[in-house]
């Protein structure tokens, strides 16, 4: 099984709203990691967690916040989000090596109102 | 962060080969060269990457610089299913963690 998969696939939310998304790999893989992706733009790196644990935030605004509660699952909470932070939200996985592949999600559409 | 520089957009006719240009220049000596692309309402799919020596690969294959400044993906045979934006990437290590530094990516066309 070499799928990442994230729900939902779409989101509307208000400004005022709490949501969270969700993304779950069963491939063993020990790094995962969330991405921002606004049209035609590449993907940007936000979080990277290894071993369950955060070891990169790329000075990501406080009302995104992550989550890792085990090795397979990776959440990213949401609150008082602004319009501008409408966009894709990807997620991935690999393997802690020195060379390793990423296996992207499908995404999570988010549109905030 | 090292950074790459690819042209905005190729064409190609079906059944043709492909280069697809990436500079580099900033480069470190333990940055990996990597290749992704994204079609169209799906996330980014891995398809080759490298150090230092050409990479093969069932997909395509990754053709770099002596000097590493600049690298090429080559897709031997376009099909239509391989129109695509296409990422030059470098792999990076910040804080003894690994991260991808896309570039701005490539739309590539393929034409019947």
């Known amino acids: 099984d070499t799928e990442v998969t994230q729900t939902p696939k779409h989101l509307v939310m208000g400004m005022t709203n709490k949501k969270s998304l969700k993304c779950e790999q069963h491939?063993?893989?020990?790094?995962m990691y969330w991405y921002k992706q606004k049209a035609k733009k590449p993907p940007e790196l936000m979080f990277v967690?290894?071993?369950?644990?955060?070891?990169i935030n790329e000075s990501v605004p406080s009302r995104f916040s992550p989550e890792c509660p085990n090795s397979s699952l990776l959440n990213l909470h949401l609150h008082a989000l602004q319009p501008e932070d409408s966009a894709l939200y990807l997620c991935?996985?690999?393997?802690?090596?020195?060379?390793?592949?990423?296996?992207f999600g499908p995404g999570t559409r988010l549109t905030v109102t | 962060d090292a950074k790459t520089t690819q042209p905005n957009s190729m064409e190609s006719n079906e059944e043709e080969p492909v280069h697809l240009p990436c500079n580099h220049s900033?480069?470190?000596?333990?940055?990996?060269i990597h290749w992704y692309r994204q079609l169209p309402s799906q996330g980014p799919e891995y398809v080759i990457h490298?150090?230092?020596s050409n990479v093969n690969n069932r997909m395509a294959s990754l053709a770099i610089a002596e000097d590493r400044k600049s690298s090429t993906l080559i897709l031997h045979r376009a099909t239509l299913r391989d129109a695509a934006v296409y990422y030059c990437?470098?792999?990076?290590?910040?804080?003894?963690?690994?991260?991808?530094?896309f570039g701005k990516g490539t739309k590539l066309t393929v034409n019947p």
């Open positions: 991935a996985s690999s393997q802690l090596a020195v060379t390793y592949e990423q296996y």
């Open positions: 491939m063993g893989h020990r790094a």
């Open positions: 967690y290894s071993y369950e644990k955060l070891s």
């Open positions: 900033t480069i470190s000596g333990t940055d990996y």
């Open positions: 490298g150090l230092t």
């Open positions: 990437i470098l792999r990076v290590v910040q804080g003894g963690s690994e991260k991808l530094v």
